[in-house]
Structures are given as C-alpha cells and as structure tokens.
C-alpha cells in the first residue's frame, strides 16, 4: 500500500519569506501526486498534481511543486508567502489501479505572521 | 457552480442516537466520496460510490455506518446508534469520473460531535 509522509507538522514563516512543505511517498510502478489546501473550517482544494511530463508543476495562488523520483519526494514551494496563506496543506497520492483512492499525509499547518 | 454541498454544516447529538449526514455533489459528477477527518487518524476515506453504485466500503469503520446514494445528486452517509469516538469532521467530495488523474472537489464537511 501507498503511504505519504509529511514531517512537518507545523511550519511558521513570516510574510513575505519562501516556504517549502516536505512530502514523501511510498515508491510504485506509477505514482500521480497531489497537494491539496484546506482552509480554517472549509473542506479541501486543489493547490495542484502531478501527472506525467515536467517534473516542475505550477499550481494555484503562486505554489508549486516539483516530482522527485529519485527521491519519492513531491515538496511544495512558494516564493513569498501572504498572511492570507495560513492553512493545512495536505499531500495525497493516488493509490493502487483502478478508481482514484487518495491516501493522504498528515498534513503541514502553515503559519503565516507579519 | 455551487460546489459540493453538505448538510447540516454542524451536529450534536447523544450517544446512542441515530445521525444522517448529506451531500449533493457537483452536477455532472459520477464519482462520489465520503471521508472522515480526525485528530488521530487524519483524513480517511469511508466509502466510493461511481454511478451511484458503491465500489469500495473497505473504509467504513463497523457496521454502525451505512452510506447510500439513490440517485446522482444525493447521497446520505448514516451512523445508528452513535457513540462518541464517532466524533469527527465528515467530508463529501466527488469527481467527473473516479479516475486516478481526476480532481476530488470536497464540500466543506459536517462537523459531528457525539456527546
């Protein structure tokens, strides 16, 4: 079975410095990866995935990740964060065959002050 | 779009009570997914419905939980009797198609607590 880890269970950073959220994952023959948002009571969204092609995936409100195999990493980065950032980020990969069964890491809390 | 909606947005109710939680996914959608959200156990998923039809009930934790979906725009997920280890954030999402590339869009999930 696949498994995600995200070691980082709280990450603070002032507003306006870069931030990388650590994710790794469990090796498979072929991995689709996500990075999902959620923030304070509200459900998830998509920040972005990882399919096939350029290792480097841009997503939304300026984050983007890049696909290590290598490494089985898939760390997620932003240049300048905003106040407005503060939220769980989870990672997921897309398990097994078949229907799309996300396992989800444990999530990294993004702290962002000013 | 309205999004993935669930309701009610929050419950309390009694140990031993029965609970029913719902969701209407996104029109068009025909992949559906319940999952429960805790402190200890994170995010897990319950069960996945495609075409209406349950595919994968692995997630559900004992035979308290029951999901049905008798049409494409309305699925309930029910826990009789409750107890309170139920207590959790219980998320909906849905996708056009179930396949493993797809995006999941989550409603923004039912906050249970069993008293």
């Known amino acids: 079975a696949q498994s995600v880890t995200q070691l980082d269970s709280q990450v603070p950073v002032f507003e306006e410095a870069p931030v990388e959220l650590r994710c790794n994952y469990s090796s498979s023959v072929s991995v689709y990866l996500f990075w999902y948002v959620q923030y304070p009571n509200q459900g998830l969204q998509l920040l972005l995935k990882?399919?096939?092609?350029?290792?480097l995936v841009k997503g939304i409100n300026g984050f983007e990740a890049e696909f290590n195999k290598s490494q089985t990493s898939f760390h997620l980065r932003k240049p300048s964060v905003h106040i407005s950032d503060t939220a769980e980020y989870f990672c997921a990969v897309s398990e097994g065959t078949g229907f799309q069964k996300l396992v989800f890491g444990t999530g990294t809390r993004l702290l962002v002050s000013p | 779009d309205a999004g993935v909606i669930q309701s009610p947005r929050h419950e309390v109710t009694e140990m031993g009570q029965e609970v029913t939680l719902r969701c209407k996914p996104i029109?068009?959608?025909?992949?559906l997914f319940w999952y429960r959200q805790t402190m200890m156990r994170g995010l897990e998923l319950l069960i996945y419905?495609?075409?209406?039809?349950?595919?994968?009930d692995s997630g559900m934790p004992e035979d308290r939980f029951s999901a049905k979906m008798p049409n494409a725009s309305f699925s309930t997920l029910k826990i009789q009797p409750s107890e309170p280890r139920d207590s959790a954030v219980y998320f909906c999402?849905?996708?056009?198609?179930?396949?493993?590339?797809?995006?999941?869009?989550f409603g923004p999930g039912t906050r249970l607590t069993v008293l």
């Open positions: 419905f495609n075409n209406n039809v349950p595919i994968d």
């Open positions: 999402a849905s996708s056009q198609s179930g396949q493993r590339t797809d995006t999941q869009y």
């Open positions: 990882y399919l096939s092609g350029s290792t």
């Open positions: 029109s068009g959608h025909n992949s």
